[in-house]
């Protein structure tokens, strides 16, 4: 999927033109049948109870919406804590242990690229990617971790849990589900979320830059945003006005071949990146590369209810 079709792919989801929008209309029949699937599933979904407390970090639109940053903040704060995601981009199929109390057991190509920034993240933490969450809480109790974090669990309808549910600061335009629009699950669910958090309300963004693990003021004045995350343009506004964009599909695996055309390109140009890509990035030894470092300040968030949740397991 090249560059161009993929933003256009992410448009028509989010922020339709008027070309779009009629495309989206003659979607709708299968909007319908993709939402009844939905409510379906979870109306006859059992749920199963593990003895742990487990904490879904999700959304309900396509694409990121801060959810790798947030999990970090929220499970730095317990000890033993375990996060589980699909791995998405990875190049493995099955459970792994990506890394067992802060020590990395695998490579990137077999954890995928969110799974690997966590692993970075959470030192103190076990990171465990899997297509089945219940056999990977299960794997997480026999490592002995007390308190679990699903990436992207809200739709696990069959496991219990504390759902806290985050919302972009620009809502997609678009209200309808997949196909026809941007939303994954319908926009009321989200009242079944336990708390909330809403960018720029509940939580802000804190980006830094960085070079060579240190702290720089300011970047080049000729910089180019190198990236492979899901809504890139979500990005610029924290860079110079001038600032080139070479995207790719999200969790997209760059190739020696890409960086040796994109570096080529723009040989008098600096490149600018995202942890997330980062880690996929350090084998390929890009000269003048910016880390664009992302971290998550709560804004006197109330997270009585997710403590009140943790507090039952620790008296049963």
Not at 16 to 43: C, D, E, G, W
Not at 65 to 88: D, F, H, M, Q, W
Not at 211 to 239: C, G, M, Q, Y
């Amino acid at each position: 999927m090249n560059s161009k079709f993929h933003l256009w792919i992410e448009d028509y989801l989010f922020f339709p033109n008027a070309f779009q929008k009629l495309i989206s209309f003659f979607l709708v029949p299968l909007t319908f049948i993709y939402m009844l699937i939905i409510l379906t599933k979870r109306a006859m979904a059992k749920q199963i109870h593990f003895g742990i407390p487990v904490i879904s970090v999700g959304n309900i639109i396509v694409g990121g919406s801060g959810k790798t940053p947030v999990t970090i903040a929220l499970a730095s704060k317990y000890e033993n804590s375990c996060v589980i995601l699909r791995g998405y981009g990875r190049q493995s199929k099955g459970l792994y242990v990506v890394s067992q109390n802060g020590k990395i057991l695998e490579d990137v190509t077999t954890s995928g690229d969110e799974a690997m920034l966590l692993a970075q993240a959470l030192p103190n933490s076990t990171i465990i990617v899997s297509e089945d969450r219940v056999k990977a809480i299960l794997k997480a109790k026999e490592l002995g971790c007390k308190i679990v974090f699903l990436d992207d669990g809200f739709s696990k309808y069959h496991i219990a849990k504390f759902n806290i549910l985050l919302r972009p600061k620009k809502e997609p335009e678009n209200i309808l589900c997949l196909p026809s629009g941007g939303y994954r699950e319908p926009k009321g669910f989200y009242a079944q979320a336990d708390i909330e958090l809403k960018e720029d309300r509940d939580f802000k963004r804190i980006i830094t830059f960085k070079k060579d693990n240190k702290i720089i003021e300011k970047l080049p004045e000729k910089i180019v945003l190198l990236t492979a995350i899901s809504k890139p343009k979500r990005l610029l506004e924290f860079l110079p006005k001038n600032t080139i964009m070479e995207s790719f599909p999200d969790h997209h695996n760059f190739t020696k071949e890409e960086i040796i055309e994109v570096t080529k390109k723009y040989k008098d140009y600096s490149f600018v990146t995202t942890a997330k890509d980062m880690v996929k990035l350090d084998r390929f030894n890009i000269e003048n590369i910016y880390l664009m470092d992302l971290n998550i300040k709560f804004n006197n968030v109330d997270f009585s209810l997710l403590e009140e949740y943790l507090k039952d397991f620790k008296e049963n």
